[in-house]
Structure formats: C-alpha cells, structure tokens
Nanobody
Framework: QVQLVESGGGLVQTGGSLRLSCAAS????????MGWFRQAPGKEREFVAA????????YYADSVKGRFTISRDNGKNMVYLQMNSLKPEDTAVYYC????????????????????WGQGTQVTVSS
C-alpha cells in the first residue's frame, strides 16, 4: 500500500513557474514507477509526465515537453514536477500516481496502469 500526498499547487500568471511535490509513504518506493496526471473541468484525466523507478528515464506529454521536468528522490520518497513557462491551458488539478513495477524498468504512461493516486493539487494559470 502506498499513500501519496501532493503539494505546491496555486495561482500563477502566464509564463510563471510552480514546483509540485509528491510525498510517498512506504519502504518500497523504489519499486514504483511514478507519474503526474492532470484533469481540467469537463475533461478526462490526462498523462503529463512519468519517471521510472530509478529516475533514469523520463517521459512527457507533447503539450508539456520542454517546459516541465519530472524528477524523484528515492532517499526521501519524493517525486517532483517543475513547471515552467506556464500557460492558461495548464490549469487543472494535478495528480501524483504510483505504478508497482518491482525490479522492472517499465514506466506506465496511461491512467489505467497506475495503482495508487494522491488527492490532487489545483494549479491555476491566469492570462
């Protein structure tokens, strides 16, 4: 069982930056691939970024590539999402998610593959 708690959301102007954090419970954090997803009002939850269990491989949605950076600190059981050059269309609730992979290097990119979810943190980008 993994519990995830996001923080760092807020209101920012277009072009600004935010850093989201996700704290994970449990002693087997390094057996999980981690992802960030977002959901805007009236829309389906969508993939934003993912990182494999070692942190050596990262993946991004085309809409955020070059602006967002995902990272993790296995010693602290933390995952981060650095968001730069924010746009109004980035406005959404952002969710941290964990996918158990054991010792595999696999990284899931779809909502249905993730086993555990945080409660979400609101990001609002004003124009």
């Amino acid at each position: 069982q993994v519990q995830l708690v996001e923080s760092g959301g807020g209101l920012v102007q277009t072009g600004g930056s935010l850093r989201l954090s996700c704290a994970a419970s449990g002693r087997t954090f390094n057996f999980y691939g981690m992802g960030w997803f977002r959901q805007a009002p009236g829309k389906e939850r969508e993939f934003v970024a993912a990182i494999n269990r070692s942190g050596g491989s990262t993946y991004y949605a085309d809409s955020v590539k070059g602006r967002f950076t995902i990272s993790r600190d296995n010693g602290k059981n933390m995952v981060y999402l650095q968001m730069n050059s924010l746009k109004p269309e980035d406005t959404a609730v952002y969710y941290c998610a964990a996918n158990f992979v054991g010792t595999s290097g696999y990284t899931a990119l779809s909502v249905r593959e993730y086993d555990y979810w945080g409660q979400g943190t609101q990001v609002t980008v004003s124009s």
